[in-house]
């Protein structure tokens, strides 16, 4: 295999576009109490959501970059800089009549009215901070599914909002959720039914537009006793040149027999910093499913997490990481078995290609006492180039005789028969190389639905090109 | 002078471990200078703290070595008790025994294997006889695994070991045994070998290390270096048979030059918290590193093993199996990394840790890791943990045997595919017999 040849620049032109941007709030770069008092009031917030965001704000303080074990990269975050709110001034769209001219043109860039119209039943844009356009379907609304932005969330639905909020990713779980507990605007809120199956998935993209603006975008998806739902978020972001925070946070909650499943499509522009809190509560009979896969951005740090508090609870975390030239994909999972018989599966792949380093870094936690519980790791790293780098950090606890765990990783490299074999059958060798990329990665690409699937395939295919040859 | 919190944490009295290094005896001058600067190194490096990534998991509160003495005198009855407590291999080709760091009896090697230069000495001769070769290679490793302070410490109070170097194509077919002991209580000893093999040479080593009160407190704090040069043969094996208020940490760094084969097999028996460090160095194509390790741990043990198999030239092969049986309270952590340094392409790597947990209350930590730098790399790793097949105890009650003896059998048999991999039956059925012994004593 040739391994000289350095990996080309990303091909970004499809999300890289910008138009001048018109905010009419605007709390200015930096964060101090004033701006989270700034942000309050102009959301209208309820007195003990201000109590939160303080609260955030203090623990983001005091907390230090973790860096004595992730990326020193994170130091080149100047927090000074960063502008933590801003909004268009609009409320939340209705119909696509009502939506800016100028938004409506980004939106056609990206191809989302007539794709995503067709397959998807609802629609929750973000551009910038505030959802711009909403829309659900008639049929999914009748069912009594909640699917609104954070904002309405919390002010229309206090009672089962405030219940969960905050409660399965605590305000001082790590300093990016303090940060986004104290700034946070924007992101889902869904609430789903006992019994009540979503037939199709639920959308929401994301977009950052604003140089130096930071998104922090909260979701909170409950699902009622016995109910099923998908959720998706796809991220595409215009190009700028100084660095961009993007610190989600998302917290899924499954009460007993209920199925929530999240799938992400990460592909920020690489400037930016990636930094997000995901994780899910699977009560008895539950389970979670993250489908996460990171294209974009200069550092993701990303641990999508499941605790299973309930018997028979199911977590599970499928993920496919990318990392080209200047790109570092830190992601991995977290499984937290805290019932009988629960299980989980952790199924990890990654691709490094030019200089990028991808890392795989799980947990894996099984107290004693517990019984019948089992856990599946597989992570599988994939090198392209001989300055492609790779790491697997995985941590595992086991206490007791009732539970069983496994964890396998292994590292390779495109094999120079196969690509020596598809050449003889008149393919050039990118092609090839993209074409065994996808072979690895495609056990799991099957399993995503199936219009992601497509865009997914694409959006390797268009990371491949010019990495050999 | 910095006195650092936990470790020295009171004025210490003389004969403590926490007074330095004692002036010396017939040192030369640069190991003496050695030892002040190791002592410095001590002082000044921070004690480690759980939340250090190289000591995640680790009871780092078991470290306080406020209590531990320099060895004192021994007595004729606990030296014979030693002597005839030494039994190791029928067959060996020499043998040293150090009580409380002291050398208390030698075979030497046959005159044949000496004419071929063959050097087999404690410490402090091997630094006046071979002071060019052995300080060379003298506490030439850095301990990158998280016990650099410890190194220090050791390099400060080590005052006797074992030197051995075995010259260009020289084959030593027979093992040479060393015995280490620990007597009276709070002793402390800092054993040390190093080992150093030319070009094509063949040697097998197996260290014990044992108390002589088995329940007495005690603290140790090991070096071992093993050096295999081009085309070498080396083939390690420690049997840490500790009393149980024992805390020991032992730093064990291989170099495994081109087309050389090292290998270790550790077996873990004692201690009340075992530390064990182990760097694996690949620096020349063709070579190949085997790391083994077995701990049986019951009661309160802790066993914490970190290893790191760095391939820093093309063309390496390494292979770590590390096995533990755990019951009672007992806790294991294993920390392991592979590492493929930049260019060092066409490795061949593997770690596997495996936990088999008989009781309830029994804890398994496994952090294997892999840093790739280099494509054209073959690396895996695997990490289990698991409990006795209920099928398999159900089927050997049906032949008649009981629960216990069933459960033992199946444990040796989990254990065995790490001896196996020795490929040396005398010494094999040596370290099984230790095993039983351990479980006759459960």
Known sequence: MKTETSAVDIN???????YPEVHVRDAGAGLSEKTIHYISDVKEDPDWVREFRLRGLKTFLEKPLPTHWASKDLEAIDFDKIRYYLSPGTEAKRTWEEVPEDIKRTFERLGIPEQERKFLAGVEAQFDSEAVYSNIKKAVGEQGVIFVGSTEGLKKYPEIFRKWFGKVIPIADNKFSALNSAVFSGGSFIYVPPGVKVKHPLQAYFRINAENFGQFERTLIIADEGSEVTYMEGCTAPKFNTTTLHSAVVELVALKGAKIQYITVQNWSANVFNLVTKRGLAQENAEVKWI????????????PSVIMKGRKARGEVLSIALANDGQHQDTGAKMIHAADETTSNIISKSISIGKGRATYRGLVHVPKHLKNCKNNTECDALLINATSRTDTYPAITVRGTGNAVQHEASVSQVSAEQIFYMQQRGLTEAQAMSLSVNGFVNDLVRQFPMEYSVELKRLIELEMEGSVG | MRHDSTVLDEVSETGSVLSGPVESRDFPEWFREQQQDGWKQFVS??????????????NVDLLNLTPFKFGGALPDKERNAILEQSRGLDKVAARLIFAGDQLIERDVLSDQLKKRGVIFQPLERAMIEHGELFRKHFMSQPAVLGSGKFAALHQALVSSGTFLYVPRGVEIDL?????????????SVFPHLLLVTDELAKVTVIES?????????????????LIAGPGAKVTYVCTQNWGSNVVALQMNSTIVDHDASAMSLNLHLGGKYSRFESLSRLIGEGGRSDLLAISV???????????????????????LLYKNALSDRARTTFGGLIRVEPHAHFTDAYQKVRNLLLSDDSEANSMPGLEILA?????????????????????LRTRGIPVPIAQR??????????????????????????IEDKFANE
């Open chain 2, 45 to 58: 490096l921070p004690s480690p703290k759980r939340k250090d990534q190289l000591w995640r998991f680790s």
């Open chain 1, 292 to 303: 996460d896969c990171n294209i974009g951005s200069r550092l993701t740090m990303k641990y």
């Open chain 2, 375 to 395: 494509d054209n790399v073959r690396c895996t790793h695997g990490a289990t943990s698991g409990q006795i097949d209920a099928d398999e105890l159900f089927y």
């Open chain 2, 175 to 187: 093992p040479i045994e060393i015995f280490h002991w620990l007597h009276g209580e709070n002793a």
């Open chain 2, 409 to 434: 059998l199946i444990v040796s048999g989990f254990l065995n595919e790490v001896l196996q991999r020795l490929d040396h039956e005398a010494i094999a059925d040596h370290l099984r017999r230790l």
């Open chain 2, 297 to 319: 741990a019951n009661d309160t043990q802790e066993f914490d093993a970190r290893s790191l198999q760095d391939h820093i030239s093309p063309h390496t092969a390494s292979d």
């Open chain 1, 12 to 18: 970004r032109s499809i999300g890289d576009f910008a």
């Open chain 2, 209 to 225: 290390f044992r108390s002589l009160d088995k329940e007495a407190a005690g603290f140790a704090c090991g070096v071992n270096d």
